[in-house]
């Protein structure tokens, strides 16, 4: 069999299985799928899943082809929870674990910033990206929700937009956080031209904004008695690898998804671990002139 058919083979089964990507990946590592200089790249970068060294938890989840749901996704599935800790503490009802809250996670995009700024401290917001952010604090207050807290990307045009949006929402809590800033969060399948970061920048950036992803997206802890409503102000990369993750989506698919600057997603999570995506990058609160979409 030729090395190309062989590798055609491993990827029609490679979906499901870290096992047969590590042996595409140990095949590669010893030659097997050489070609002729030249003709590896071209064929090779058309397998951009087994090129990139996925991240674990990609795979991890038997939920990624969309036919089952993982109610344990957040580790915080109580039926499992009691499992682990029956050895240790065989009084714990399971009740206790139990979340009995909703969260809703509104995840705004920063507004519009100079994009010829030097560096993020330059990168501040434009004035049509400051009358965005207005129209985004005017829009959350209009709908009345009782916000528990304001969560910021500590880049400049997140906490510009964050600030902004904070007038018109007095008295809740301005929090900035280095997590939920921009970057490469997993390689997107299919792979576009435009953007092509080096794989170190996928390996850095894509763990950290995995674990912002754990930090905020979860059910609600079960001492939490009232329904949640947090704002994350951050970016549209962020954004879009959340909403995959959350709906147990392919989060190589975060790239298929556009936002508009000031718009609105927003997450619902029940206690039972089901989670409803209400609204994915809602700008329709905004004139048209003021929208921008780049
Ligand atoms: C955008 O940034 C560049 C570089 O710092 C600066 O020269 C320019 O004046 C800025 N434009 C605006 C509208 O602030
Ligand atoms: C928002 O503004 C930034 C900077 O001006 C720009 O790069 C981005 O593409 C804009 N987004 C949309 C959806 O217009």
Redesign the pocket.
Known sequence: MSSRKTLRLICGFAGGSAALLFTAAVAESRGYFAERPGEATGWWSAFGVLRAAQPAWTSVSPATSGNSWDFNWDKREPSALRKEKASDDPTLEADNGKAKATRNILLI???????SGNGDKE?SL?SL?REQAELTGERLAALGLKYDVLVHSSMT?ATETAQIISKHLPGVELKSCDLLREGAPIEPVPLVTHWKPEAVQYHEDGARIEAAFRKYIHRADPKQKEDSYEIIVCH?NVIRYFVCRALQFPPEGWLRM????G?ITWLTIRPSGRVALRTLGDSGFMPPDK????
Request: no cysteine; glycine share 10%.
């Open positions: 995009r920063h507004s519009q910033y100079n994009l990168r434009t990206g045009r549209a556009g936002l508009n600057n718009s929208l921008s979409r780049t």
